[in-house]
C-alpha cells in the first residue's frame, strides 16, 4: 500500500485575519503558522527601550515613523509578521495604511527570546533579507548584545556587546549603547 501524502494548506492573509484573538503572536511566514506565547516582563521592557530610544531620533529629526507591535506587517499573501520595533523612512510613508503596513519596513528589530530566537535567526532573517527591509536587529537580553544585518551594498552582520555603542547605517547620527536597552 503507497503512503498518502497530504501537503499542508498553504495560510494567505485571510486566513490570519482569522485567528481569534489569544494571548499568543500568530504570524504567516512562506504560508507556515508560526504562534509563540506573550512575551516575557523582561522581554516587553527590552522592547520599551529600543523604542523609546529610536521613536526619539527619528521624531527629532523627523525621519518617518517607528511602530511597536503588535503591528502587522504584509509582505505577500503568505508572509504577515509582527516585529517588535519597525521603523518606517518618512519617504516611504504609504505603504503604512489604516490597517498594516504593506510592504518591508526600512528598519526591523527583534527582541530575542528562548521561544522566538530559532524564528528570529532564521525564518524571519531569511523574510526580511528577501523583502527588502534594508537593516534588522536581534536584540538578546539573554547574551545582553545587539546584531546587526544590512542587507544593501555591502551586506554585513556586525555584533555588539554590553559595554559597546553601535551606529547605525540606516538613521545617521543615532549611536546606541548596547548595555541601556538592558537597563
Not at 506573550?38 to 526619539?56: K, W
Not at 544585518?149 to 547605525?168: C, L, M, V
Request: charged content about 25%.
Amino acid at each position: 500500500m503507497n503512503a498518502v501524502i497530504r501537503k499542508a494548506k498553504k495560510l494567505s492573509y485571510a486566513d490570519y485575519e482569522k485567528i481569534p484573538p489569544d494571548l499568543h503572536r500568530h504570524e504567516i511566514i512562506e504560508g507556515e503558522e508560526f504562534m509563540t506565547p506573550a512575551p516575557s516582563p523582561e522581554h516587553q521592557t527590552v522592547v520599551g527601550s529600543v523604542f523609546a530610544v529610536v521613536r526619539a531620533h527619528v521624531t527629532a529629526r523627523k525621519l518617518g515613523r517607528v511602530f511597536v507591535a503588535p503591528t502587522d506587517v504584509k509582505f505577500s499573501e503568505h508572509d504577515v509578521v509582527q516585529p517588535d520595533v519597525l521603523f518606517i523612512a518618512a519617504k516611504r510613508a504609504s505603504i503604512i495604511t489604516e490597517k498594516n503596513i504593506q510592504g518591508a519596513p526600512d528598519l526591523v528589530i527583534e527582541v530575542a527570546s528562548p521561544s522566538t530566537a530559532f524564528l528570529d535567526r532564521g525564518h524571519k532573517l531569511a523574510l526580511y533579507e528577501r523583502c527588502g527591509v534594508r537593516e534588522y536587529w536581534i536584540v538578546e537580553p539573554a547574551g545582553r548584545t545587539v546584531e546587526i544585518h544590512e542587507f544593501g551594498s555591502p551586506r554585513r552582520t556586525r555584533i555588539y556587546k554590553e559595554g559597546q555603542a553601535f551606529d547605525s547605517a540606516l538613521l545617521p547620527g543615532l549611536t546606541v549603547k548596547v548595555g541601556e536597552l538592558f537597563a
